[in-house]
């Protein structure tokens, strides 16, 4: 099976990293993107767009930053984390997320219908978890994105509470660590996550740490994606080794 995408290098330098443009969103289709760095993301009414920028934002795990007031935050709060309970709920709350965009506010309607069935198939198989952070019953906020082999490919979170999506970054970052993941890819440069850990690398040091963490040849992924999907659909803790983190204060 010929390569969907042509090499990242040929990505554009304006706008960042856009590399190409339609195809389909097939978990194949997805999970042969993600094991070479790339990701899409389009607005409704828009072709799929296919993205590789240069820098590159991601965390590595062991080295989140957890703020003097938000480890004190963590130790007295009662919050639970879980993981891929409720899926299709985070996703859904991603969606609705206002952001500021230009000095006025939007939804992050770059989720569309089509993006989500798309990683709730890709949920379906074991390759697209979550995490959510919850006070008792209710959601107050969580992430989710995808995870091939040693690194965590983050798409998106939500908070709907002060601190929630970074007890929800945090939770997966000591999975992360505790389960030798290498890398969390956060994408682009955001302030938030910046103040948690994340660092600009460029994209052959990403590409080069993306690599050694996806062991699977990417000749054979290329040929058969669903290689990186486990057996069967499976959690993310049924993923792993040891599991996450149940509650915020065991964070710090």
């Known amino acids: 099976m010929p390569n969907p995408f042509p090499p990242t290098s040929r990505a554009l330098n304006e706008p960042n990293g856009l590399l190409a443009v339609g195809g389909d969103l ?4 997805l999970i042969s993107a ?4 790339i990701f899409p993301w389009f607005e409704p009414g828009q072709d799929i767009l296919w993205w590789s920028p240069d820098p590159r934002s991601v965390l590595i795990p062991d080295r989140i930053h957890i703020s003097r007031s938000l480890k004190k935050f963590l130790r007295k709060s009662a919050w639970q984390i879980s993981c891929d309970t409720r899926f299709a709920a985070v996703v859904d709350r991603c969606a609705n997320v206002l952001r500021q965009q230009e000095g006025h506010t939007e ?4 989720i569309t219908a089509e993006m989500r069935q798309a990683y709730l198939a890709l949920h379906q198989l074991g390759v697209a978890h979550c995490v959510e952070v919850c006070d008792g019953d209710q959601l107050l906020g969580g992430l989710y994105g995808v995870m091939l082999d040693g690194v965590f490919f983050g798409e998106s979170m939500f908070s709907d509470d002060t601190n929630a999506s970074k007890v929800a970054l945090i939770a ?28 600009l690398v460029s994209r052959q ?14 000749k054979t992924v290329i040929n058969n994606p669903l290689c990186l999907a486990p057996v069967t659909g499976a959690s993310l803790e049924d993923r792993l080794t040891l599991p996450i983190k149940r509650f915020a204060a065991e964070l710090v």
């Not at 939804?107 to 770059?110: D, E, I, N, Q």
Request: charged fraction near 20%; glycine fraction near 10%.
């Open 26 to 29: 097939r978990s194949e289709t």
């Open 34 to 37: 993600y094991a070479q760095g």
């Open 107 to 110: 939804h992050g309607t770059w």
């Open 172 to 199: 997966l970052a000591r999975l992360c660590t505790d389960n030798g993941l290498v890398m969390i890819d956060c994408q682009v440069h955001n302030a938030h996550l910046e103040t948690l850990g994340a660092e």
């Open 205 to 218: 040091v990403f590409e080069k740490k993306l690599e050694g963490a996806i062991t699977t040849p990417m």
